[in-house]
Structures are given as structure tokens and as C-alpha cells.
């Protein structure tokens, strides 16, 4: 009797002590978490839930707003990311009382397309004034001839195409002490020429100049950068054949972006990269396959097909190959109509590459009141041909007649302006 009451005691205190063991409530705090970023451009982060007794808690991560939710599991949790830009990652603990969650912002940087398009001036003098070709902190055709390390590039907030440069003047200073010079490009001696460049950031000094060291410099001062961008341009006489260009950007301490940088003959800058021209998809950029919206193919279909490869601006160009000498409308390309003022003078334009065919312009083929600009002959570099027209309507159709001689060549960048 005794032993059952002895054992009947220790069974009730067993009991009492692994119930209340089982019911001790530990108690829920705040998330917390590590981020580990990959070393270079990817997408690839590693999180860890580092909160106290996370084991005890059902716990899940959101790592895009929007996204999915992912359990979390006992060790640390990948995550790769299909797009660049400011990202919000949040760990939510939830216990049977409460939940709590903890947010951390990252910003994802993705290196860019192997073969990354957009539009350009093809009329600028300088080689990659869109900095878009290069690796890592060099830009080819630029040299940095001082403050090297204060000059990296910019992949989240370039103006045209994929990169621009970064400059970080830490402290006040000269400027050139802070110098990026294009490479040589060909001027006429006595010539006007127009350099512009496109900036963003703290308000610093910057100026243009040429041929650094070289001599017969010459100096554009001084253009304050505000923090939206702007373009700042200054129209010199060339004095030697070749000329470098130079921005100087080490005067003043702060931290700004430059982009587009160009320099073309006379005396304004011109706008940014884009089919601005009363034509539309004249950079033929829209379509698909060998069809190009807003133009038609009225003879010599089967001639004319897209070229995705040797472009002059963009990512697509119409390729022409007529197989045999014949009339200039066997092979006719027309604008949809846009509209002019009647009387107004208007300049067309088109830039050509290949065989030495001959080509010319056309307006309202069919309809009436026709003119004519002939003949053009390509070369094997892109070169551009343009034509001066009063119009004779309220709208009009442009068209690129090309038949008349045998031959392969390409297309891009057509443009109808007002003069």
C-alpha cells in the first residue's frame, strides 16, 4: 500500500512536471535576419533567419512585394532575382498569440543583355558617346587622363542605353584633376562643330576642352549640373584636323552623372537619340518578322527583309536585295501618310550602307502631285543622304525607291523634318 501510494505520487509529479514543461510559452520576438549579396552583377542573395528560437515558430519570407511567400527552412534561404532595381525582402514570424515582421531594402544589379540596342545620333563625331561599350570602369574610345578612380560607370540611372559614368569628386581641386578625353575625331580646320553632354547630380563646375596636352586647346566654361538632366553644349572653331574632346570635372566636390556626349558639325546640339521626325517608325524599330508597321512594301516584297545584325541605330534595319537591274518603283518602300503644313519646307533624310546602288526619294507615289530626289549612290559605310521638299498637301506619304540598280544594301534612321 504504501509502494502504490509512493509510485501514485511520483506518476502525478511526472505528469504535473511534463505538462507543465509542454505548455511553457516562449515568447515571440522581433525578426531578424542577415542578407549575403553575390560578388559582382547577379541576381543570386542568401538570407538567414537569425531571430532567437526561430525553431518554435512557424516562419515564411516574401522577397518581392507581390511575390510569393517561401517557408523558411532551418539554414539560410536563396533567392535569384530576374530584374534589377530596389528590392523589399520581409521574414514573418508566427507564433499561436501574435506574428511580427521585419523588412530589409537591397538593390539588385544585373549585368546587361550580351547584345543591349537603343537609338543613337548617328550624325555625332565621337565613338560611344552613349558609353555603352566597355567593361567594368573603362570606356572604349575615352581615357581617363586624370582621376581615374573617381570615374565608374552607371548602370541604374543611365540616360541612353545600358551605362553612363559615375564621378565622385571627394574633395574641391582643379579641372583637370578630374579629366575624361574622347579619342581623336576627324574636323575641318577653320570648321564650327557643337559639343553637348547630358548631366545629373550635385552642383559642381564642369567645362568642356580640346586637345588636352596636345595643343591649340581651347576652353568652354563653366556649367553647373543640377539634379535633373539637362544637356550643356558649346559651339567651337576646330583648329587642327583631328580634335579630342575633353570634359574637365575635378573643380568642385560632389558626386553627379554625365551621358550622351557628342560633337557634331555647326553650331547646335542635337536632341536626344530618337525618331523625331514627322514620319512614323522611322527608325523601324515596330513589326515583326520582315514586316515594318507603318510602311508598306507596294513592289518588290520578297526583295526587302529585317536586319537584326549590321544596324545603324537600334536593333532592326530593312535589308534590300534586288537581283537584277530594273526600273527605281520595282522596289518601293512607302511611309504610311503624316501630316505637313502645306508650302512648309521639310527636309527627308535616310542613312544607307552597301553596294554602290542607287536609290532615290519620293512623295505620295499614286496619289498625285508627285516630286522626286534622284539618285543617290551607297557606299560601303553608313552614310547619310538627305532631300529638301516644299510639301503640297496637308498630309503626304514618303517613299524610298530603290529598284533600279542590282545590289544588296541596308536601310535605318529615315526621317521627315520641318526645316
Do not use: H
Not at 549575403?36 to 552583377?41: K, V
Not at 574622347?182 to 562643330?193: I, L, R
Request: proline letters at 4%; aromatic letters at 10%.
Amino acid at each position: 500500500m504504501k509502494t502504490t501510494k509512493i509510485l501514485s505520487f511520483l506518476c502525478l509529479s511526472l505528469a504535473f512536471w511534463s505538462c507543465s514543461d509542454d505548455d511553457a510559452v516562449i515568447e515571440l520576438t522581433q525578426p531578424q535576419f542577415t542578407v549575403t549579396a553575390p560578388e559582382g552583377e547577379s541576381g543570386l542573395f542568401t538570407f538567414e533567419n537569425t531571430t532567437p528560437n526561430k525553431g518554435e515558430f512557424y516562419n515564411f519570407w516574401e522577397f518581392e512585394v507581390g511575390g510569393p511567400k517561401v517557408i523558411d527552412q532551418d539554414g539560410p534561404v536563396t533567392y535569384e532575382y530576374s530584374s534589377s532595381g530596389d528590392k523589399t525582402v520581409t521574414l514573418t514570424m508566427v507564433s499561436s498569440l501574435t506574428n511580427m515582421k521585419t523588412s530589409q531594402n537591397i538593390t539588385v544589379t544585373l549585368p546587361p543583355p550580351a547584345d543591349i540596342r537603343y537609338l543613337i545620333n548617328p550624325e555625332s563625331l565621337l565613338g560611344n558617346g552613349y558609353f555603352g561599350e566597355g567593361e567594368g570602369n573603362d570606356f572604349t574610345n575615352w581615357s581617363k587622363n586624370n582621376g581615374a578612380d573617381r570615374m565608374t560607370e552607371e548602370r541604374s540611372e543611365p540616360l541612353v542605353g545600358s551605362r553612363a559614368i559615375k564621378v565622385n569628386n571627394e574633395v574641391d581641386g582643379n579641372e583637370w584633376e578630374t579629366q575624361l578625353v574622347s579619342d581623336a575625331f576627324p574636323t575641318v580646320d577653320g570648321e564650327k562643330y557643337t559639343a553637348s553632354v547630358w548631366i545629373k547630380g550635385s552642383a559642381v563646375s564642369i567645362r568642356f576642352s580640346t586637345n588636352p596636352g596636345v595643343g591649340g586647346d581651347q576652353y568652354a566654361g563653366n556649367y553647373t549640373p543640377t539634379a535633373d538632366w539637362t544637356q550643356y553644349s558649346w559651339t567651337f572653331t576646330a583648329n587642327s584636323a583631328t580634335t579630342l574632346l575633353a570634359l574637365d570635372m575635378g573643380k568642385t566636390k560632389g558626386t553627379f552623372i554625365i551621358d550622351a556626349v557628342e560633337v557634331v558639325p555647326g553650331e547646335t546640339a542635337l536632341p536626344l537619340p530618337s525618331n523625331d521626325s514627322a514620319l512614323l517608325n522611322g527608325d523601324l524599330e515596330n513589326g515583326e518578322g520582315d514586316d515594318f508597321a507603318n510602311w508598306n512594301q507596294n513592289n518588290g516584297t520578297d526583295r526587302m527583309t529585317q536586319e537584326t545584325v549590321d544596324v545603324l541605330s537600334g536593333s532592326r534595319a530593312l535589308k534590300v536585295n534586288n537581283g537584277v537591274d530594273g526600273n527605281e518603283w520595282e522596289t518601293q518602300f512607302v511611309s504610311d501618310a503624316f501630316d505637313v503644313e502645306d508650302g512648309a519646307s521639310y527636309t527627308a533624310s535616310v542613312w544607307i550602307k552597301g553596294d554602290p546602288v542607287e536609290i532615290r526619294f519620293s512623295t505620295n507615289p499614286g496619289l498625285g502631285g508627285e516630286q522626286y530626289a534622284g539618285n543617290y549612290t551607297a557606299t560601303a559605310d553608313w552614310t547619310k543622304y538627305s532631300w529638301e521638299f516644299n510639301a503640297n498637301s496637308a498630309s503626304m506619304t514618303l517613299a524610298l525607291d530603290m529598284g533600279k540598280t542590282k545590289g544588296t544594301f541596308l536601310i535605318d534612321a529615315i526621317k521627315v523634318v520641318k526645316n
